[in-house]
């Protein structure tokens, strides 16, 4: 089965920079879609950004372009979300998501989900 651990979170300050991890094991992910998705208390869960692990192509949620930039390491079979200029309106958990199929990224079907991890940017 398919396992996902994030790490990376923190506090930080509105302007500074973070890097997420999401650690992927239990299968080869070729032809899947490997995502970041957010949510804030009393918040709907948003889609951050996505990439098709073998192809590498990459789509971002409007708020975050320009700013975020989500990347993968085949070797370590790891996705990374890097976020610059954070604002306070990032303030989330941040999950890594995975799904089978190059489709849409927006569309749904994710099924396996990491824990989360906390960002927090203050001022």
């Known amino acids: 089965q398919v396992q996902l651990v994030e790490t990376g979170g923190g506090l930080v300050q509105a302007g500074d920079s973070l890097r997420l991890s999401c650690a992927a094991s239990g299968r080869t992910f070729g032809g899947h879609t490997m995502a970041w998705f957010r949510q804030a208390p009393g918040k709907e869960r948003e889609f951050v950004a996505a990439i098709m692990w073998s192809k590498g192509s990459t789509y971002y949620e409007d708020s975050v372009k320009g700013r975020f930039t989500i990347s993968r390491d085949y070797a370590k079979n790891t996705v990374y979300l890097q976020m610059n200029g954070l604002k306070h309106e990032d303030t989330a958990v941040y999950y890594c998501?995975?799904?089978?199929?190059?489709?849409?990224?927006?569309?749904?079907?994710?099924?396996?989900w990491g824990q989360g991890t906390q960002v927090t940017v203050s001022s």
């Open positions: 998501a995975v799904r089978a199929g190059t489709y849409n990224p927006l569309s749904g079907g994710y099924e396996y």
